[in-house]
């Protein structure tokens, strides 16, 4: 493994450490409509994720889309709710039955990062709203935890394009 490699797969690895513990709960959906756009989005990221976990050849989206799956099954507890519950948007839903679709393979994988990218452009500007005004205590330290983390998973996601181009 190459260091650029090294470091895309030990900062994701730093980065999901403090959720790791949480992965293995997970509670009722939240009937609270504030928390339904970062949960909307971390379905999102999670499901893209589990197909990336099957179907991603390249190394690095693999572990990258492990750490994601556990990293947003950690989310969701910290905003009460189970990962996955509670669906996607229509146009998450959309980009889900795309990467389905697609054969595994190198396009495949941009395909994912590609989307990942989106999704955690749209996750970072959600969670830092939720951050600054979000009146879940638990899961407001999760997105202002959050913020950070995503700024991260998108400086990974770029270098993995690049690598992938």
């Not at 009937?31 to 756009?37: G, L």
């Amino acid at each position: 493994m190459n260091r650029r490699n090294l470091f895309v797969v030990g900062t994701a690895a730093i980065a999901a450490v403090p959720f790791a513990g949480f992965s293995q709960t997970t509670a009722a959906a939240p009937s609270d409509p504030e928390k339904q756009p970062a949960l909307l989005g971390g379905n999102f990221a999670l499901l893209s994720s589990n197909i990336a976990s099957d179907k991603a050849t390249d190394p690095t989206v693999k572990t990258f889309a492990a750490f994601e799956i556990t990293e947003q099954q950690a989310v969701a507890l910290a905003f009460a709710a189970e990962a996955g519950a509670g669906g996607v948007s229509e146009k998450h839903a959309a980009l889900l039955a795309q990467l389905e679709a697609a054969p595994a393979g190198p396009a495949f994988d941009m395909m994912y990062v590609d989307s990942q990218i989106a999704g955690h452009q749209e996750l970072r500007a959600i969670h830092a709203a939720y951050a600054k005004k979000g009146s879940d205590p638990m899961a407001r330290g999760a997105s202002i935890v959050g913020v950070p983390a995503i700024e991260t998973h998108l400086a990974m996601l770029r270098g993995i394009k690049q690598r992938l181009a």
